[in-house]
């Protein structure tokens, strides 16, 4: 019973493995970025434009929106990070379709890589955002006893958020692989809908996550004059 | 009973706790959550974006604890490092 992606290994030379996981994150690699280079090379700003323009234009605008109502005031600073998130994971989940593809976010490695880059963006946005000073004065709110508190807070949210994202992927594949053994037929593509249904609401999670995270880092604590969350319905 | 049948008794018995557990607490959490978005969805419909979009943040925090005992149980049935240890123990002798 295979626990992860990462035992399959296609080649090995010493010590350095090209198992699966790295192997399935460079096709991901591969045709995010040449598909996105096909489509986005001759943009056209009137109203005629090809199908697969107005599909990206869909998912860049709602990505952005969604960005906006977590609290960032400025998505396009953020989009770029939180963008791929969620594109690499909602593809990682996606493919699981094509026969013979291992998801490599149901790996921990891969989880736990994208985990240490949040964990990395946060201080970065919160320093280019607030400065030095006033970043780490929020470690220090609102005593100084909260210090050790906000520091393991910040490790477990990284525990967190890679575990989480691991459980889900590596759950959806181990199920199908099990019943694949019991019930070969039907019940497996049941359950290979209800996996790819959990894969793209992890990816969503994961980012948004993600984005409330550096939201919470970024968020300057001086008097703003207009209303500070967009969540507000307008009367 | 030697100490491999122990250790193997051990896991077991745990891997299925922990899944009974991990299964039936944050169903209710989860039940709960889902509840009071109803109620508020059924108050405010306009809100519904906001609501649902809440709804499943919260969701896949409460799921993630869930997560966590399946990972433990997962890593008893299939990545025990002391049934592994033991049994190297056992295949050196």
């Known amino acids: 019973m295979r626990l992860s992606p ?3 290994i296609f080649w090995q030379y010493d010590f350095v ?16 970025t ?8 001759k943009l056209s700003r009137d ?28 998505p396009r600073k953020y989009l770029a990070f939180i963008g791929t998130i969620f594109l690499f994971i909602a593809a990682a989940a996606l493919c699981t379709i094509i026969p013979g593809f291992q998801a490599p976010t149901g790996s921990l490695s891969t989880t736990v890589a994208l985990a240490l880059c949040v964990l990395v963006a946060v201080p970065l946005f919160g320093i280019g955002e607030q400065g030095l000073g006033g970043y780490f004065k929020t470690y220090v709110s609102p005593t100084v006893i909260m210090l050790p508190f906000n520091l393991i807070s910040e490790v477990s949210r990284t525990l967190a958020l890679a575990v989480r994202l691991f459980g889900n992927m590596m759950s959806g594949s181990m199920i199908i692989a099990i019943l694949l053994v019991i019930t070969p037929f039907i019940f497996p593509i049941v359950m290979t809908l209800l996996g790819l249904l959990t894969g793209m609401v992890q990816a969503y999670i994961f980012s948004v996550l993600a984005a409330v995270y550096i939201a919470a880092a970024t968020r300057t604590h001086q008097p703003k004059p207009e ?9 | 009973m030697d100490s491999l049948t122990l250790i193997a008794v051990a896991s077991i018995i745990t891997a299925g706790i922990t899944t009974a557990f991990g299964t039936m607490a944050p169903a209710l959490g989860e039940g709960r959550a889902v509840a009071t978005a109803l109620t508020s969805l059924a108050q ?5 974006a906001t609501i649902t979009r809440t709804l499943f943040v919260g969701l896949a925090m ?5 997560i966590y005992c399946f990972v433990v149980s997962m890593i008893l049935i ?6 592994n240890s033991a049994i190297a123990q056992v295949a050196g002798k």
């Open chain 1, 227 to 235: 209303t500070e969350s967009g969540l507000a319905p307008d009367v």
């Open chain 1, 34 to 41: 040449v598909g996105s280079t096909l489509v986005t090379h």
């Open chain 2, 62 to 66: 409460i799921e993630s604890t869930a």
């Open chain 1, 6 to 8: 990462d035992e399959m």
């Open chain 1, 47 to 74: 109203l005629q434009r090809s199908h697969w323009q107005n599909l990206l234009e869909i998912v860049v605008t709602s990505i952005e929106k969604q960005i906006e109502e977590v609290g960032l005031s400025q």
């Open chain 2, 78 to 83: 299939f990545a025990n490092p002391f049934w």
């Open chain 2, 44 to 48: 405010q419909p306009d809100a519904s």
């Open chain 1, 17 to 32: 493995k090209l198992n699966a996981t790295i192997v399935f994150t460079w096709g991901l690699m591969f045709v995010l």
